[in-house]
């Protein structure tokens, strides 16, 4: 069983940044697959980034790319998701979601793919 932990969420103006912790259990941390996803009021959950076990491959969704960066630090077993020059629509409780390395690369968007998941972090943006 693996226990995912996510911080750093909060109220910020439209422009701003804000960066997201994932803390994940286990000994195998740079094996995981991790992934963000986003939950907005009545809408699905969406797929936001993802990065592959030993960082081989970043994946973005169109909609955050060139604000968004996934990064990985595997000594402390943490993954971080950078979002800059936010916007009202990025407002959302955002999760993180961990899978113990057997997605391919094909796959890291869908949420179906991964088996451990936190609490999420609220974002809210205003404008």
């Known amino acids: 069983q693996v226990q995912v932990i996510e911080s750093g969420g909060g109220v910020v103006q439209a422009g701003d940044s804000l960066r997201l912790s994932c803390v994940a259990s286990g000994n195998t941390f740079r094996r995981y697959t991790l992934g963000w996803f986003r939950q907005a009021p009545g809408q699905e959950r969406e797929f936001v980034a993802s990065?592959?076990?030993?960082?081989?491959?970043?994946f973005y969704a169109d909609s955050v790319k060139g604000r968004f960066t996934i990064s990985r630090d595997n000594s402390k077993n943490t993954a971080f998701l950078q979002m800059n020059n936010l916007k009202p629509d990025d407002t959302a409780v955002y999760f993180c979601?961990?899978?113990?390395?057997?997605?391919?690369?094909?796959?890291?968007?869908?949420?179906?793919?991964?088996?451990?998941w936190g609490q999420g972090a609220q974002v809210t943006v205003v404008s």
């Open positions: 990065t592959k076990g030993s960082g081989v491959g970043l």
């Open positions: 979601a961990v899978d113990e390395g057997h997605i391919i690369s094909s796959r890291v968007r869908d949420s179906s793919q991964y088996d451990y």
